[in-house]
């Protein structure tokens, strides 16, 4: 039996998952967030403006979803969200859209979210890490914690993904290739080698050819 959920963020990414959570008839205990914004999805559902609010809740009684979204450089706010809540005994919520694609080989872990249109083939996706809308993860892939693999990127067989790795929108990682801890691989990249921890991948500069 599912459990009701307690969302910790109110921004986009929250959207999506509240819109997630509401096609799959699953109850929501409410959202904790400062402030939230008059937002459709957000109708009906009750308002906690402190993360201490959480503690009303038995850690036994509910799951936590991590609504707070991930971007290059400021990732530290979700890792460190999940990391405190789950030292105080509370579990996160793994969550796949009804549209996802999941091969029955995949393994997927603890608070990972499967966005969307999402595919993962047999790969395994390691704690708190976002698969985003439309994203292919294919066979034999392996990604760390607190990574996120932004909309439409492609992750080709076989490629090691270390923890908080950050996929950029639209960008291909081919075949083979391993992505050190904390890397960047820019929107639009295309990976053809190894990338170190904590370096930055920028998409070859685009130009126009004129034909006169």
Known sequence: MNK????????????VLVDILLQQQVNIAGIVAP???????????????????????DASEVELVNAIGSIPNDNNLRRRLY????????????????????????IVHQGVQLLPG???NASEIKENSIVNTGAIIEHDVKIGRHCHIAPGAVI?????????????AGATIIQGIE???GAIIGAGSVVTKDIPAKATHFPAKPFVKKEY
């Open 4 to 15: 009701p959920v307690l969302l910790l963020g109110a921004g986009g990414h929250a959207r």
């Open 35 to 57: 402030l939230i914004g008059d937002i459709p999805e957000f109708q009906n559902i009750d308002h906690f403006l402190s993360d201490d609010d959480v503690f009303q809740f």
């Open 83 to 106: 990391e405190h809540f789950k030292q105080a005994g509370y579990s996160f919520r793994q969550m796949t859209a009804p549209s996802a694609i999941v091969s029955k080989f995949a």
């Open 118 to 120: 999402s595919l993962v």
């Open 156 to 168: 080709c067989g076989g490629v090691v993904l270390s923890d908080n790795v950050h996929v950029g």
């Open 179 to 181: 992505v050190g801890e």
